[in-house]
């Protein structure tokens, strides 16, 4: 088996990334996306290469909620009420997913 711990830490202060899509609605928050994107897709690509990937359980997971709250706007936990900090769902229920070759076919969406 293989683990590894990955914290990305690409959505959080500074607002900032080093690339830019200026034809998105909030080009910072876009560019975070496809950066984080990118980043799994780089080591997904490498665990394949390597021949890991049948032996990979990818578990994907946030931390907590988006900062509803703040003044950067940067989130919307809706319907949720609440948000980062907070003890409402908006702030302790978070996306998870699991990907990877040893995931049983059966079980893949």
Same mark, same amino acid.
């Not at 900032?16 to 897709?41: G, K, V």
């Given at each position: 088996?293989?683990?590894?711990?990955?914290?990305? !830490?690409?959505?959080?202060?500074?607002?900032?990334?080093?690339?830019?899509?200026?034809?998105?609605?909030?080009?910072?928050?876009?560019?975070? +996306?496809?950066?984080?994107? !990118? +980043?799994?897709?780089?080591?997904?690509?490498?665990?394949?290469?390597?021949? !890991?990937?049948?032996?990979?359980?990818?578990?994907?997971?946030?931390?907590?909620?988006?900062?509803?709250?703040?003044? !950067?706007?940067?989130?919307?936990?809706?319907?949720?009420?609440?948000?980062?900090?907070?003890?409402?769902?908006?702030?302790?229920? +978070?996306?998870?997913?699991?990907?990877?070759?040893?995931?049983?076919?059966?079980?893949?969406?």
């Amino acid at each position: 088996p293989f683990f590894i711990y990955w914290a990305m !830490q690409i959505a959080h202060d500074p607002m900032q990334a080093p690339i830019s899509l200026p034809n998105t609605p909030d080009p910072i928050e876009y560019a975070f +996306a496809t950066l984080a994107d !990118q +980043a799994i897709e780089n080591v997904t690509t490498k665990l394949k290469e390597l021949e !890991q990937w049948n032996n990979t359980l990818f578990v994907f997971s946030s931390d907590n909620g988006g900062p509803a709250f703040s003044d !950067q706007k940067a989130a919307s936990n809706f319907p949720l009420r609440g948000g980062k900090y907070g003890l409402f769902e908006g702030g302790i229920r +978070a996306i998870a997913f699991l990907s990877g070759g040893f995931l049983p076919l059966h079980k893949r969406g």
